[in-house]
């Protein structure tokens, strides 16, 4: 079975400074991967996605993230924190081959400090 | 605006009692899925959806029920068997299932408590 994990549940960080958080997965075959951004009470929107092409994709609010194969990780980064960045994270992935089914992360949720 | 809409967005549940949450989309699209979301558990799938009146049991599908009538609407009843039904309950959708590199789409949510 597919899993996905997040080290660290939650992270936090000065403004200004930058984001890193950490997404790897468990596949031999490597699958498509996902950020997604939730504020509280509210649903998941979509940061970024890695299906085939660049390793490395831009997103939006300035997070991007990279696929590293070797690795098996997808992990968030963004070079500047803003107080508005302040959330909850969750990478997921889909497996080439289950029909759009994604299997998600635990979650981090992220801390930014004046 | 094409999107997702979950109603109501809090609902309260004596014991004993089914309820039903709402979940519409105006995106055309084929797949729909339930997960519930429990503190530090990430999302778990309830069921879902690749087509009309076809569902299939995701992880945590005991004590839910759903129905799939329409492409734009797909229903989740949570039942008096599920005994911890307190979370909060994510519909999403995406485009034709069999294309696994299309992102999911949400609805912002329907937190269900205990009465």
């Known amino acids: 079975a597919q899993s996905v994990t997040q080290l660290g549940s939650h992270v936090s960080v000065s403004e200004g400074a930058l984001v890193l958080l950490r997404c790897n997965y468990s596949?031999?075959?490597?699958?498509?991967l996902f950020w997604y951004v939730q504020y509280p009470n509210q649903g998941l929107q979509l940061l970024l996605k890695?299906?085939?092409?660049?390793?490395l994709v831009k997103g939006i609010n300035g997070f991007e993230a990279e696929f590293k194969k070797s690795e098996t990780s997808f992990h968030l980064t963004k070079p500047s924190a803003h107080m508005s960045d302040a959330a909850e994270y969750f990478c997921?992935?889909?497996?080439?081959?289950?029909?759009?089914?994604?299997?998600f992360g635990s979650g981090t949720k992220l801390n930014v400090k004046p | 605006d094409g999107g997702i809409t979950q109603s109501p967005k809090y609902l309260f549940r004596k014991e004993g009692q089914n309820v039903t949450l709402s979940c519409e989309q105006n995106?055309?699209?084929?797949?729909m899925y339930w997960y519930r979301q429990d503190p530090g558990q990430g999302l778990r799938l309830i069921y879902y959806?690749?087509?009309?009146?076809?569902?299939q049991k995701g992880d945590i599908a005991e004590g839910y029920s759903v129905s799939r009538e329409k492409k734009e609407s797909f229903p989740l009843t949570v039942t008096s068997a599920q005994k911890n039904p307190t979370a909060f309950y994510l519909c999403?959708?995406?485009?034709?299932?069999?294309?696994?590199?299309?992102?999911?789409?949400f609805g912002d949510g329907t937190r269900l408590s205990i009465l």
């Open positions: 890695y299906t085939t092409g660049a390793t």
């Open positions: 959806s690749q087509i009309v009146n076809d569902f």
């Open positions: 596949s031999s075959v490597p699958p498509y």
């Open positions: 999403a959708s995406s485009v034709p299932g069999q294309i696994s590199n299309q992102p999911q789409h």
């Open positions: 995106l055309n699209h084929d797949a």
């Open positions: 997921a992935v889909s497996p080439i081959y289950n029909f759009n089914k994604f299997y």
